[in-house]
């Protein structure tokens, strides 16, 4: 199994500070995705990480994929209430038979209040 | 355009009960997933299938298993539920590289 571990796994923050969560695994994938998920919802892709040391930013998020391409970050700049969430990143790998499969990481709770 | 759906969206289970749980897209994607959500595990990959007919085994398979009659359904059942079951369980299907996740179940078993 492998495994990603997120850190930190919760975060409480106000309004217009910045923040970093981190991924890390042991283990080498062909990417890496995040995802956003709010209360009673299910994930909701954000991006998608391929290329080792790799940049992509959302608006105010910006997505680093680890030159290894074992670990990954998520920049939040001035959060904003709306940003509150779980946030999870997910590591793929390519099956044998065809197609791929996700593992995911633990989970940043992220809250930000006014 | 419903994308994935999933029913029951809740359901309590006394343990050795046994239910279905079932997950429908609308989008004519081939691959599905069934994951569980516990609180600091991320989610974990239960069964999913690569297309109409075939299915395979995730992380965690045991105590479950999963049928796919129909491209666009998914179904993932309990034969003899045990509290260690007691989860949020969400279905997905994959278009290239994004999975598209359904709503959720929240089971839960006494």
């Known amino acids: 199994t492998q495994l990603l571990e997120q850190s930190p796994q919760f975060l409480s923050i106000q309004e217009g500070e910045n923040l970093t969560v981190y991924c890390n695994s042991s283990s080498v994938f062909s990417s890496l995705q995040w995802y956003r998920q709010e209360p009673g919802e299910g994930p909701v892709l954000l991006v998608t990480v391929v290329t080792g040391g790799e940049v992509k930013k959302l608006k105010r998020l910006t997505f680093q994929f680890g030159d290894a391409r074992k670990d990954s970050s998520l920049h939040i700049t001035a959060a904003q209430p709306g940003d509150t969430g779980l946030y999870l990143c997910?590591?793929?790998?390519?099956?044998?038979?065809?197609?791929?499969?996700?593992?995911f990481g633990t989970g940043t709770q992220l809250k930000v209040e006014l | 355009n419903a994308g994935v759906t999933q029913t029951p969206k809740f359901r309590v289970l006394k343990t050795g009960q046994s239910m279905t749980l079932l997950c429908a897209q609308d989008m004519n994607h081939e691959y599905m997933y069934w994951y569980r959500q516990d609180p600091g595990m991320g989610l974990r990959l239960i069964h999913y299938?690569?297309?109409?007919?075939?299915?395979a085994k995730g992380e965690v398979p045991d105590g479950y298993n999963v049928s796919r009659l129909k491209k666009q359904n998914f179904l993932l059942g309990l034969e003899s539920a045990a509290p260690s079951q007691t989860s949020v369980y969400f279905c997905?299907?994959?278009?290239?590289?994004?999975?598209?996740f359904g709503p959720g179940t929240r089971l839960t078993v006494l």
């Open positions: 997905a299907s994959r278009e290239r590289a994004e999975q598209f």
């Open positions: 997910a590591g793929a790998y390519i099956l044998t038979g065809g197609g791929n499969k996700l593992t």
């Open positions: 299938s690569v297309g109409e007919g075939t299915t």
